[in-house]
């Protein structure tokens, strides 16, 4: 499937993929999930939908590419607010059980963030929740509009240690270790096994996965908005009757360009975010500072591609003067053609580990950048290589003298783990054929 981006500005109620000059030309289903993929459809938006719904459509396919770019209560909300008639029932009745599914647990996410919230808040420990149900809240205007598995919350890296032991204590345990091991165990070593920017805790029995970030990327994307001034910034949003504090929306506008970026924008979800914050906080910005931030942030092009994407894939309005500074960058549309050609493909696995690095290195403004993302994904690698994890100790436990011992086991196992995995997907296939 090829993707064509258009150079023409949008107009406000362009559907952003009704013809040849539209900004994507893809499958009939995919101009369906795009039509969809918003909250607020302009009267041309309407009506291309409502002339995809006379077509002969693939709804098993559909829901599944629905389902996986995380967009199927935004699709669900569309088809049932415009023509649901117009969709067989057993697809119908099937899109409307996920809707069901995700607002229990959209609501059940909610409840346990607020939750959370008043624990760090006893315990004077100063946290910003981002993403998940504060971005439905603030952006999308409705916990059930968005999809999200997780609750994402900044914790000051001085204080993350004690926020762990808070969770354990509530019942929560690391993806690595049952809570048993965790509970006495956890001290400023532990980095070392929970990974280098964020803390992962699980509740199993609902499925509730809660990240403590200590910051927002990995080390090597040089991105980090954990300033002193930014606490001071923090701006109240309304989640399930509370109110929490959250970035503001040219931070948070940032952080969604970001993070969309180091995934590659693989999910029509993130863009979603980009278009929603925009339609909804677009004149509170201030572009030109926002655009001056970035540059300091070393994102700029981060920033400008997912400001695109979302004008080009969503027909989002960006004011003026920032299109004048996206439409220029030949790299910038080079890459988001690059996005859009595989974002609906059949088979969208992520890219390999050069792709993606070489893709990371297209990203950064300035060579300096590209040469400092270069050192830092390398001591990085270097690092999670050598550096002992839970694992190495449930397979050979050692004495704390011993400890150093497990500098050499790990790229061992690493080396055996991954040369085993090698020669059995080589020999598989041959295997099949006798």
Request: with cysteine.
């Amino acid at each position: 499937m090829t993707f064509h981006f258009a150079n023409a500005v949008p107009c406000r109620s362009r559907c952003s993929v009704q013809s040849k000059d539209a900004a994507v030309v893809g499958s009939k289903e995919t101009e369906l999930i795009l039509c969809c993929a918003r909250t607020n459809l302009e009267p041309e938006t309407r009506d291309r939908l409502s002339f995809l719904l006379r077509q002969e459509l693939d709804w098993p396919g559909l829901i599944q590419t629905a389902l996986r770019h995380h967009v199927l209560p935004l699709l669900y909300e569309n088809l049932r607010a415009s023509n649901p008639d117009a969709v067989p029932k057993v697809s119908l009745d099937q899109i409307k059980h996920y809707y069901r599914q995700n607002v229990q647990h959209s609501f059940f996410l909610s409840a346990e963030l607020l939750k959370l919230m008043n624990l760090f808040q006893a315990h004077q420990i100063r946290a910003i929740p981002f993403k998940g149900p504060v971005l439905a809240a603030s952006a999308y205007r409705d916990l059930t509009l968005r999809q999200f598995s997780d609750l994402d919350i900044l914790i000051e890296k001085r204080r993350i240690i004690e926020a762990s032991r808070l969770l354990v204590a509530e019942g929560y345990q690391t993806d690595s270790r049952a809570s048993s091991d965790v509970d006495n165990d956890l001290d400023h070593d532990e980095v070392a096994f929970l990974g280098p920017q964020y803390y992962t805790f699980f509740k199993t029995e609902r499925q509730i996965r809660v990240d403590l970030q200590w910051r927002l990327t990995e080390s090597y994307f040089s991105f980090s908005l954990d300033r002193k001034e930014l606490w001071q910034r923090l701006v109240p949003v309304s989640v399930a009757g509370a109110t929490v504090l959250t970035f503001p929306p040219a931070e948070m506008l940032l952080i969604l360009c970001v993070h969309g970026s180091k995934h590659q924008w693989n999910q029509l979800k993130w863009v979603c975010d980009i278009a929603e914050l925009i339609r909804v906080y677009k004149e509170q910005i201030n572009w030109g500072q926002a655009r001056k931030e970035a540059s300091r942030h070393g994102a700029k092009r981060m920033f400008s591609l997912g400001l695109y994407l979302a004008h080009e894939l969503l027909g989002t309005d960006l004011p003026k003067e920032v299109l004048e500074h996206i439409l220029p960058d030949r790299v910038t549309k080079s890459i988001a053609q690059q996005i859009g050609s595989r974002l609906f493909a059949q088979a969208n696995d992520s890219s390999g580990t050069f792709a993606q690095i070489m893709f990371y290195l297209r990203m950064k403004d300035r060579w300096q950048d590209r040469l400092q993302f270069c050192v830092s994904y390398g001591t990085q690698f270097l690092r999670e290589v050598f550096t002992p994890t839970s694992k190495e100790q449930q397979l050979l436990p050692l004495p704390a003298a011993f400890f150093f011992l497990y500098y050499v086991f790990r790229p061992l196992r690493l080396t055996v783990k991954y040369c085993w995995s090698a020669l059995t997907r080589h020999y598989k296939p041959r295997a099949s054929r006798t």
